[in-house]
């Protein structure tokens, strides 16, 4: 069974520190992998994609990638309430395959 | 707007009846994804196509599930025979490969009540 494993919080940050959320896949396979934030009622955003080892970064967002470890990881800097949400870590398990959902982690900024 | 569309948004229905939803990919997109999603959990991967391909089916979804894309553009999904279990979010999403992945863009989703 392929899986993403992902607390499911909530995880609490204060208003203006760095939320870090955290992602592992079971798949040594996976090639990509995908951040998504969805708010209550609403459908997944796209935020973030990486396939390469390292880190990638937009804005206030940077997200990590370890292959040898399979964990990924997304950092939000200077944290803003609007940042509160769940944010679902996705990969793609082979290549030009579906792609798998975690259960996502709620993320509450603290004002 | 160029987004994923879906219809209907929201869709109340008793147990034994059949509904469909329907979904209208972003126009250059290849790629259309059906997922169900319930409260706490992650999107569920149902079925997808490429073009008017299915590719891939879930073992999850029963037989009381159909999807199709006739022509390669919207997608239906229908659910034969409503059971309470059924009251989900359904997403669509579509995608087309850029560079080295398939981004996966969403729809607003339809909301299952089986009452």
């Known amino acids: 069974q392929k899986e993403v494993e992902q607390n499911s919080g909530p995880l609490s940050v204060p208003e203006g520190a760095i939320a870090s959320l955290n992602c592992t896949y079971s798949d040594r396979g996976s090639q990509s992998f995908f951040w998504y934030r969805q708010y209550s009622g609403k459908s997944p955003e796209l935020i973030m994609f990486i396939y390469s080892n390292g880190d990638k970064e937009d804005g206030r967002f940077t997200a990590q990638l370890n292959k040898a470890s399979q964990y990924v990881s997304l950092l939000i800097r200077d944290s803003q309430p609007s940042d509160s949400a769940t944010y679902l870590c996705a990969a793609e398990m082979n290549r030009d395959d579906k792609i798998i959902f975690g259960k996502g982690t709620r993320l509450h900024i603290l004002p | 707007d160029t987004g994923v569309s879906q219809d209907p948004r929201h869709k109340i229905t008793k147990r034994g009846q059949n509904v469909t939803f329907r979904c209208d990919p972003i126009s250059e997109h290849n790629r259309l994804y059906w997922y169900r999603q319930t409260l706490g959990q992650g999107p569920e991967f149902l079925t997808y196509f490429q073009n008017e391909a299915q590719l891939e089916k879930s073992r999850l979804l029963s037989d009381r599930f159909s999807a199709e894309r006739p022509k390669g553009s919207f997608s239906t999904l229908e659910i034969q025979r409503t059971e309470q279990g059924d009251s989900a979010m359904y997403l669509c999403?579509?995608?087309?490969?850029?560079?080295?992945?398939?981004?996966?863009?969403f729809g607003p989703g339809t909301r299952l009540t089986v009452t």
């Open positions: 999403a579509s995608s087309s490969r850029d560079r080295e992945i398939y981004e996966q863009y």
